[in-house]
């Protein structure tokens, strides 16, 4: 038993900045409060709401857009004269007021809506409308996508729908969108919440949230934070992603949609369906009218599709003579995937200074996987070409079923009450990835003297002679059964108390809060591996793949072979007995629990001078691990458990500022400090101890590993082109510390006399910097019908430098590397076309290539990249009347492939083809 543990702090250091972020918030209280706020609707002069109106303050730098209710609010206003202006060009109306200290004043006004076309809040000029008034109004550097917004795109779930955004590219699976990469960073390294609430991982080891499982019909919006303010939770370094869902508020009175749409596969010919269906409305339960709102939206999708692979992982040999094939797997996948999705929203308002509010999803992805592949090897090596060469192939069968599921609750309230806002908010998270009695592998051998080939290094697919295809050659040599079930929980609560302030005419907000966050991450897995089945009563052709047999595998790449029937296998394996065959290491040293407690405290201040808005302060964030896992000693054939520990705390001060030259033209500057901590993986308890005395072998988790940090410095400069244009760009720089990676710990301290030590360690500082330019514009002022064009597109160039470093002879040896995922360039463009009959919208999405793993510390040649990816996608939309839309989609039109190679692009790690998807659906809302 071992147990370590680093960096716990004195008691009263941990305690100190709870108490003191309370502390100062309350010693504000005999300060005088003077803020003063403006609120109103809009309306047609029939006293309907009007949406996406335009509401400024003369000599101000942020309007807004009227709400789905017609409703705006300018709050933290110094007492004063103001004139206030609604509408756009001639067609806009103005109003003068006085407000005094910690008045509420109420303005509103009634526009002939003829008059406000141009600014209505529809279809994909609206859909930009919306989205870009909440970035002109932000105090921090953000990206935001509407509800409206990810309509107009052709996108299955969360992470499709993030991929358009400036900034932002996704990782793919089967083709599909999964992970969300910010400005170039690994999954790993952003956080993801829902509603504000921390969503944990369903995957084993990691951190990174797999926004596949969220159809993309829950979200009301998305929003991308790249520069966090002292009131957020600190753990990302490229972003955060806030996926909010759809509350009655936000909505003007009952709000329908349901939605019916059938798929094909082009790959597979194989066809999907989807229903999802919206509901919101507001009732009156109190004193108020419509006080008390519900929401609910529900989302079944099944899609049946595949792909053809060809995959080396690497494994050539480098040399004089060229590059030598050492194994190669052919793959075919079949694949029926499910998502559903529920979520449940609940608001009661009982006055203008109240609110409470419930946040509920439940979503389950189900993946149905059946692959084949022929796994060939190579001892000497194959050349491009040869034929002579002795190999060892084997046929394959992986089948199982893979269930993530996420289920989140969110509680809040908000108070204002008299000179103060308070606000709290308690969540409970949960996220599992099941895989029940799944075929890791059923294999059967056979070896060949001669006659093996391949034409291609990019896709080098084996050819062989007649008894490569024939099943009876192959001999049944073991089957593994995996058992699994990962899960991550949290629990979390905050509370944030903040108070306006009048000084010398500044308006000064003051805030603090504190958080807690109790986190559990485990993994409980039981394998077992079926060998020398002649012993356990099989024999016969039950030895052989000619039982198992079934038809033809349709592989695009050539000439394959009968697949294996996964149902023969289970019948094989129901003849056995299960407790005989159950392997012991795998079984154990992969099981672990995790527990993370984070307590967070944070003093702010958000002030304005005019034109220009700052927001300073500091959080500080406390964090203690505890693993509890096993490591087994192999030359002693001993398990035994193994407890570890870490605790360490970080102070994360930042200063943003926001300065509006006009309303339509901005500056952002930013300083801030964020942090990640390791992945479980990284930290797992689990060691691994092989070898003898002399040269033993060890792999294992590092505990001790400290956080990434960094130190993120931005500025920004946006121009506004009326209500839904924006020309934007902006820099960023990140110097990161203790970057992480896989090293061999043998001959360093503490393993002068390991053969190998492989684990995980921090690094030396790295860095990241680049640039973002984003643009977007409804061409409305063109004559028609041009008037109906938008243009959008958005590129980010990003460059990192980070190193690794080993021992050569006891020398120690670096290398400079890219930051894993990280792309040098990232694009976006789209091309749409709208009138009140019809919405086209053709898109692309391009990021270059990038490192996605170390093949060898000492080489870069075995580093492998995956190729860049430019995929081109369409919708159109036909509006047959006011509440029913038809609309078709095609997806990877390009077909473009997926495609990762060994340090030259010429040799393959990973080829795999998708083929284009086509949907065809129907919107029918206002029922």
């Not at 407690?597 to 002030?607: E, F, G, H, Q, R």
Request: proline share 3%; net charge negative; charged share 25%.
């Amino acid at each position: 038993m071992t147990r370590t543990t680093v960096g716990r702090q004195p008691l009263r250091s941990r305690k100190t900045p709870l108490a003191m972020a309370c502390a100062i918030v309350l010693t504000t209280a005999a300060m005088p409060s003077i803020a003063a706020e403006i609120t109103g609707t809009v309306t047609d002069p029939q006293g309907q709401p009007i949406q996406g109106v335009s509401v400024s303050l003369q000599g101000q730098s942020r309007p807004q857009l009227t709400d789905a209710a017609g409703h705006y609010q300018f709050r933290d206003l110094a007492a004063g004269q103001y004139q206030l202006l609604a509408g756009t060009g001639s067609h806009q109306q103005s109003k003068q007021l006085r407000v005094d200290a910690s008045q509420n004043a109420t303005i509103n006004f009634s526009l002939d809506a003829s008059d406000i076309e141009h600014v209505a809040v529809i279809g994909q000029g609206g859909a930009l409308s919306a989205s870009l008034n909440a970035q002109r109004n932000a105090d921090n550097f953000i990206t935001v996508s509407s509800a409206d917004a990810i309509g107009e795109f052709p996108d299955s779930n969360a992470a499709e729908s993030l991929q358009r955004m400036a900034g932002l590219s996704i990782e793919r699976d089967q083709g599909e969108g999964r992970f969300v990469r910010v400005r170039g960073l690994s999954p790993d390294l952003n956080a993801v919440t829902y509603n504000g609430a921390q969503l944990p991982a369903p995957e084993a080891g990691s951190r990174a949230v797999a926004l596949d499982v969220i159809p993309s019909d829950l979200l009301q919006s998305l929003t991308v934070t790249k520069t966090l303010t002292p009131d957020m939770d600190a753990d990302s370094l490229g972003g955060a992603v806030d996926i909010k869902s759809l509350s009655a508020f936000d909505k003007d009175g009952r709000f329908t949609k349901l939605t019916a749409e059938g798929s094909f596969d082009t790959h597979q010919s194989e066809y999907g369906n989807k229903l999802a269906a919206t509901y919101s409305d507001r009732f009156a339960i109190g004193g108020l009218d419509d006080d008390f709102g519900m929401a609910l939206a529900a989302s079944n999708a099944v899609r049946k599709f595949g792909s053809d692979n060809v995959e080396t992982g690497g494994d050539w040999q480098l040399g004089d003579q060229g590059p030598l094939l050492e194994k190669v797997q052919m793959r075919d996948y079949q694949i029926e995937r499910e998502r559903l999705g529920l979520a449940a929203n609940f608001d009661w308002r009982p006055n203008q200074n109240n609110q409470v509010y419930l946040r509920t999803l439940y979503s389950r992805f189900a993946d149905q996987e059946s692959r084949n592949a022929i796994v060939s090897k190579f001892g000497d090596g194959l050349a491009l070409g040869d034929d002579q060469q002795s190999g060892k192939v084997s046929r394959e069968l992986k089948s199982r079923e893979e269930v993530q599921t996420i289920k989140s609750i969110v509680l809040g309230s908000k108070s204002d009450i008299e000179d103060w806002q308070l606000s709290s908010q308690f969540g409970w998270s949960e996220a599992e990835e099941t895989n029940p009695n799944g075929i890791a592998g059923a294999a059967f051998e056979q070896k060949f003297a001669d006659g093996l080939s391949y034409q291609s290094t990019r896709k080098p697919v084996i050819s062989g002679p007649e008894a490569f295809y024939d099943a009876s050659g192959y001999e049944l040599d073991e089957i593994e059964v995996v058992n699994s079930d990962a899960k991550d929980s949290s629990y979390n609560g905050r509370l944030d108390l903040s108070r306006n302030l009048y000084l010398d005419d500044v308006v000064l907000q003051l805030k603090s809060g504190i958080k807690i966050n109790r986190r559990k991450k485990s993994n409980e897995e039981t394998h077992w591996l079926y060998k020398d089945l002649d012993e356990q009563g099989v024999s016969g052709t039950a030895l052989t793949l000619a039982d198992y047999a079934g038809t033809e595998v349709d592989y695009e790449f050539g000439k394959f072979g009968p697949r294996i029937q996964d149902h023969s296998i289970h019948q094989l394996l129901a003849s056995l007995n299960r407790d005989d065959n159950v392997d012991p290491l795998e079984s154990t040293l992969n099981d672990y629990v995790i527990h993370e407690d984070v307590n967070a405290a944070y003093l702010m201040a958000t002030s304005d001078w005019g034109k220009l808005r700052m927001v300073a302060g500091v959080r500080y964030e406390d964090t203690s691990l505890r693993g509890d896992g096993w490591q087994y000693d192999e030359p002693n054939d001993q398990f035994s458990a193994r407890h570890v520990g870490n605790d360490y705390d970080n102070w994360l001060p930042s200063v943003q500022f926001r300065y509006g030259i006009s309303s339509d033209v901005i500056l952002r500057a930013a300083w801030t400090n964020s942090l990640v901590r390791p992945t479980f993986e990284q930290v797992s308890p689990g060691y691994l101890l092989e070898g003898n005395s002399d040269a033993p072998e060890a792999s294992f988790g590092n505990p001790a590993l400290q956080p990434l940090e960094s130190a993120n410095y931005d500025i920004s400069a946006e121009y506004y082109m009326g209500e839904s244009g924006v020309l934007s760009a902006g820099l960023f720089y990140k110097a990161i510390d203790n970057f992480i990676y896989e090293a061999d710990l043998a001959g360093r301290s503490g393993y002068e006399n390991y053969d190998k030590a492989t684990t995980f360690i921090n690094g030396d500082s790295s860095k990241l910097y680049g640039a973002e330019f984003n643009f977007a514009q409804k061409l409305d002022s063109l004559p028609e019908p041009w008037n109906g064009l938008l243009f959008s597109a958005n590129l980010t160039l990003t460059h990192s430098e980070a190193s690794i470093s080993w021992l050569d002879d006891g020398e120690l040896q670096r290398r400079d590397i890219r930051f894993p995922s990280q792309s040098n360039t990232t694009g976006n463009i789209a091309l749409g076309y709208e009138n009140e009959y019809l919405s086209l919208r053709f898109s692309a999405a391009y990021k270059s290539n990038y490192l996605t793993e170390i093949g060898a510390l000492d080489d870069a040649d075995y580093d492998i990249y995956q190729q860049e990816h430019l995929q081109f996608d369409f919708i159109a939309k036909g509006f047959v009347s006011k509440d029913v839309m038809v609309y078709f989609k095609a997806l990877n039109i390009n077909d473009e492939p997926y495609y990762t190679y060994s340090g030259s692009a010429a040799r393959n790690a990973q080829y795999e083809d998708y083929g284009p998807t086509y949907q065809i659906g129907i919107n029918i809302s206002g029922f």
